[in-house]
Nanobody, 122 residues
Framework: QVQLVESGGGSVQPGESLRLSCKAS????????MGWFRQRPGQQRTLVAA???????DYGNSVRGRFTISRDIPKNTVDLQMNNLGTEDTADYLC????????????????WGQGTQVSVSS
């Protein structure tokens, strides 16, 4: 089975930065898409940033220009550099891996991490 473990969340003040990291494990052969979503209480998960193995990157409108996603494909990791954080960025941030081949299986399911909390307040 595929496991995703996030790290790097925390509490910061407006204007500060954080870097989130996510590592996928579980006899992984390849991962097409890795990325980050965020979720606030009572709301749906929304895209923060995602990158596929061909180098295509997509950002949510509210983070474009402030956040940067990067992948290390051989290491099965994805990082999210978040700059100029605002209170509106407070949320639980979840790592996603999709279209994963592991062991002798290839799955187009979404694999999610447990999430890491980001809190921005003055």
């Amino acid at each position: 089975q595929v496991q995703l473990v996030e790290s790097g969340g925390g509490s910061v003040q407006p204007g500060e930065s954080l870097r989130l990291s996510c590592k996928a494990s579980g006899s992984i052969v390849s991962i097409d898409l890795m990325g980050w979503f965020r979720q606030r209480p009572g709301q749906q998960r929304t895209l923060v940033a995602a990158a596929d193995k061909r180098g295509r990157i997509d950002y949510g409108n509210s983070v474009r220009g402030r956040f940067t996603i990067s992948r290390d494909i051989p290491k099965n990791t994805v990082d999210l550099q978040m700059n100029n954080l605002g209170t509106e960025d407070t949320a639980d941030y979840l790592c996603l891996a999709r279209d994963v081949c592991y062991g002798s299986v290839c799955s187009n399911a979404n694999f999610w991490g447990q999430g890491t909390q980001v809190s921005v307040s003055s």
